[in-house]
């Protein structure tokens, strides 16, 4: 139902002209469209190609969004497609948009730039890492929804009427909103089947992307409500890993949660299991939850306890708030920093961050979405960061709530830093040296990006 972001792009300065091809819609677009079937054109950062239903057809329409808003980018047409649809059918077709005018190519070239890149190489076919994904923040939606059907009636009569919009909460949203959304998918995770079945459709997603190598993560104690065990849960995951890592050519590491609110035995008991299961495919150990009021810090034993396993450990810290949290997380061990978004309002730490060459884990939609600094990619200090030297890497966080894939992130960024050749191939050499994988696989993740670049 939800198609991921499926935009190829050829930019051919010396004939000035854009062909825009494979040109998909998004679920979110079809919404748009079905709601105003007349004239409509579906928002989104950065810029955006739609088929709008005008005067009894449908006409290309490509629209860039600078300052001024949206703008329409004129004297477009359809190679193929688009004339010869009705509404109904328009949902799995593909067109293609040629664009000759001179005078928009220098807007064009941004408005490419979000679809594929300027340079010839396309976003989709970049080999490229997601360090930073939760596995209940990136379930399927219809995965979800048939899932919610089997729960008992206890469960699902608790959850929201509409499931659908609670699970994919609006683009500027609370935390509250936020959180509503993984207490559906939550609650379907209670089973071996459904834990090992998210795992492998989320690999599958990604590879199909062309994400070479991924860090799953999740915390294993949220999904003891149906008489699972913490090593049960753990197994069903890393099955749904092997499986995908079996059928399609990505790498993955689970790294698991401890929540930062829930009490210090927990995240002992879940940094112990994550060095029980160091060998087995589990490379990390993360604190998640909410940041006000819980500092890193609470939780050192298990983050020590994870270390002395030789588990790696990344911490979320600065994402809504609380640079502060930062630091700490560095001190207690961390070696990579969850979103560090707020890095910035701390100096002496975001100076020690370039210094030592700690990695962040950047997840700009989802930063956008609930960090309260920022109102378009263009504002995320990211940039500000991969210009002090920091290791920036670019993660989803949660696919489902927030619509996404890796390619779309990256070409969010792109567009909105207009980011060179070589920076993108800085940000996914800086994946490559982040993840938490043997020396032996980073080296081959390593050759995979300098091979196309
Ligand atoms: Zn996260």
Redesign the pocket.
């Known amino acids: 139902m939800i198609e991921n972001l499926h935009r190829t792009a050829t930019y051919h300065p010396q004939i000035s002209e854009v062909v825009i091809h494979d040109f998909y819609l998004t679920e979110l677009e079809l919404q748009c469209i079905r709601g105003h079937p007349r004239f409509k054109v579906s928002s989104s950062e950065g810029a955006l190609g739609l088929p709008v239903w005008m005067n009894d057809q449908f006409r290309p329409f490509l629209l860039w969004h600078g300052s001024a808003g949206f703008q329409q980018i004129d004297n477009c047409e359809f190679l193929s497609g688009g004339e010869e649809l009705d509404y109904p059918r328009i949902e799995r077709h593909i067109f293609q948009i040629h664009i000759t005018s001179h005078s928009i190519l220098p807007r064009v070239a941004s408005t490419i730039l979000f679809m594929g890149t300027c340079s010839m190489k396309n976003i989709v076919d970049l080999p490229k890492f997601d360090l ?1 994904v ?1 596995l209940d923040g990136s379930m399927r939606l219809d995965t979800v929804l048939e899932l919610t059907e089997a729960l008992p009636p206890r469960v699902r009569s608790a959850l929201p009427s509409d499931l659908e919009s609670a699970l994919i909460p609006p683009k500027r949203c609370t935390l509250e909103e936020y959180l509503q959304a993984f207490s559906i998918t939550v609650a379907v995770l209670q089973t071996q089947e459904a834990l090992a079945r998210a795992a492998y459709e989320l690999c599958a997603d990604a590879a199909a992307e062309n994400v070479i190598y991924m860090e799953i ?1 999740f915390a294993p104690l949220l999904h003891l409500r149906e008489g699972l065990k913490p090593c049960q849960v753990v197994e069903a995951v890393l099955s749904g890993m092997r499986r995908a890592e079996e059928e399609f050519p990505i790498r993955t590491g689970l790294i698991l949660c401890g929540m930062k609110q829930a009490s210090e035995t927990e995240a002992i008991t879940t940094a112990e299991l994550a060095a029980e299961y160091a060998h087995a495919g589990v490379v990390g150990f993360d604190l ?1 939850g909410p940041e006000r009021g819980f500092p890193p810090s609470i939780h050192s034993e298990a983050v020590k306890i994870a270390k002395q396993a030789g588990v790696h450990v990344t911490i ?1 810290a600065g ?1 809504g708030c609380c640079p502060e949290h930062i630091r700490e997380a560095i001190e207690l061990g961390a070696e990579r920093i ?2 560090g978004v707020y890095l910035y309002q701390d100096p002496a730490t975001e100076r020690l961050v370039a210094e030592r060459g700690i990695p962040l884990e950047a ?1 700009p939609t ?1 930063n956008l979405q609930i960090s309260g600094v920022m109102n378009s990619y263009s504002e995320h200090p990211l940039k500000r960061y991969i210009d002090l030297g920091i290791p920036v890497t670019i993660n989803t ?2 696919r489902l709530m927030s619509q996404i894939t890796v390619t779309h992130e990256l070409a969010a960024v792109i567009d909105a830093f207009l980011l060179s050749e070589e920076e993108v191939k800085t940000l996914l050499l800086n994946s490559a040296v982040a993840a938490f994988a043997p020396p032996a696989v980073k080296e081959k993740l390593r050759a995979a990006v300098h091979a196309v670049f």
């Open positions: 930073h939760h993560r998640a979320h994402e969850g979103h997840c989802s966080d949660n």
